[in-house]
């Protein structure tokens, strides 16, 4: 792995079903985000941690969850998908602290909800 | 209210220079970014500038002026691979990055 990754790639889902995106980092990244990008919205933040074991909610919570079991790994699930989450989801990281915390984003994830 | 203000769309001509501007009020300031994203693609990471004035980097410049909160970012030798959406981001008190719609940038030869 190098960088950051998502999977997967793309998906058509059902409106009502669960879905699990994956993050996955190998840079030691404290901080891990989830953004959805829709058409002239710019990037909305969904879920962030900070560090292993804690998470906080973005602008746009409501209808995701997340978990950060360890430094690596930034699951976000969709309990009961519904069409107004069709969008594209991207994972990013970053260290923490003053200076330039840049963030590296993966390479999305674009889901579908019929 | 934390806001960040970037036009929607510019159009420029291969070799040119083009400005693009971004206006920011967020709670605390720790920072601005400017992120390069293609179409279909990922953002990209171009620059950060926490102190005033201009930072080069190649072809690429940007500006800050936090009395003013704003930024700028500056393209120069236009090439029409530099075609994509440019993101100005400007990091609160948190370290929580809040984000501009963006602004597509349009290359004609």
């Known amino acids: 792995i190098a960088g950051i990754t998502q999977a997967p790639t793309s998906q058509i889902l059902a409106a009502g079903r669960r879905m699990t995106l994956r993050c996955t980092q190998d840079m030691r990244h404290n901080a891990m985000y989830w953004y959805r990008q829709d058409l002239g919205l710019g990037l909305r933040l969904i879920h962030y941690?900070?560090?292993?074991?804690?998470?906080g909610k973005g602008e746009v919570p409501d209808g995701y969850s997340v978990s950060r079991a360890n430094t690596d790994d930034f699951p976000l699930t969709l309990a009961s998908a519904v069409p107004s989450q069709t969008s594209v989801y991207f994972c990013?990281?970053?260290?923490?602290?003053?200076?330039?915390?840049?963030?590296?984003f993966g390479p999305g994830t674009r889901l579908t909800v019929l | 209210g934390q806001n960040i203000d970037q036009p929607t769309e510019m159009t420029a001509t291969e070799g040119a220079i083009v400005q693009i501007n971004c206006t920011y009020q967020?709670?605390?300031?720790?920072?601005l970014f400017w992120y390069q994203q293609h179409a279909g693609e990922a953002p990209t990471f171009l620059s950060y500038?926490?102190l005033d004035g201009l930072e080069e980097k190649g072809r690429f410049s940007s500006f800050l002026s936090r009395s003013k909160g704003y930024s700028y970012l500056l393209l120069k030798e236009l090439q029409m691979k530099d075609s994509a959406s440019y993101l100005c981001?400007?990091?609160?008190?948190?370290?929580?990055?809040?984000w501009g719609a963006g602004t597509k940038l349009i290359i004609k030869p």
């Open positions: 967020t709670s605390g300031f720790n920072g």
């Open positions: 941690s900070n560090t292993a074991g804690t998470t």
């Open positions: 500038n926490v």
């Open positions: 981001a400007a990091l609160d008190s948190n370290y929580q990055l809040i």
């Open positions: 990013a990281s970053s260290s923490t602290g003053e200076g330039d915390n840049e963030q590296f």
